[in-house]
């Protein structure tokens, strides 16, 4: 029901700061949670931040808050990650990702694109 492209992945030096965005279609944007996920080589898929349809209301992993600010633009139907004060262990592909307001179930997936941070 709910369709992702991401966009904005690429290099930046530790420290440095890079903006990923994520497309979405197919649904209200009151009706679901839109939110990243990310997965760097050898290492199992993490939560980093997810975001509300109707308030709003933002949360993050504990290796990403405080630096990583997550956004929705509702006329636009998009969802921004500010990614701020970057580190080596951020390296990974970030993955957009929706569920449901109803349910804890993350159904649809973005192809993911990849963010690498160097030292």
């Keep these: ?7 904005g ?10 903006r990923v965005s994520c497309a ?7 009706d679901y949670v839109l939110g990243w996920f990310r997965q760097a080589p050898g290492e199992e898929r993490e939560f980093v931040a997810q975001i509300r349809g109707s308030d709003g209301s ?17 006329a636009k139907n998009t969802l921004d990650l500010q990614m701020n004060d970057l580190e080596p262990e951020d390296t990974a592909v970030y993955y ?3 569920r449901s307001v109803l349910s804890f179930q ?5 192809q993911g694109t990849q963010v690498t941070v160097s030292s």
């Excluded at 992945?9 to 890079?18: D, E, F, I, K, T």
């Excluded at 993350?106 to 973005?110: C, V």
Aim: aromatic residues 12%; proline residues 2%; hydrophobic residues 35%.
């Design 1 to 7: 029901q709910v369709q992702l492209v991401e966009s």
């Design 9 to 18: 992945g690429g290099l930046v030096r530790a420290g440095g700061s890079l």
């Design 24 to 30: 979405a279609s197919g649904g209200s944007s009151s």
């Design 58 to 74: 933002p949360s993050y992993g504990n290796s990403v808050k405080g630096r990583f600010t997550v956004s929705r633009d509702y």
């Design 96 to 98: 957009c990702a929706a």
């Design 106 to 110: 993350w159904k649809w997936w973005g």
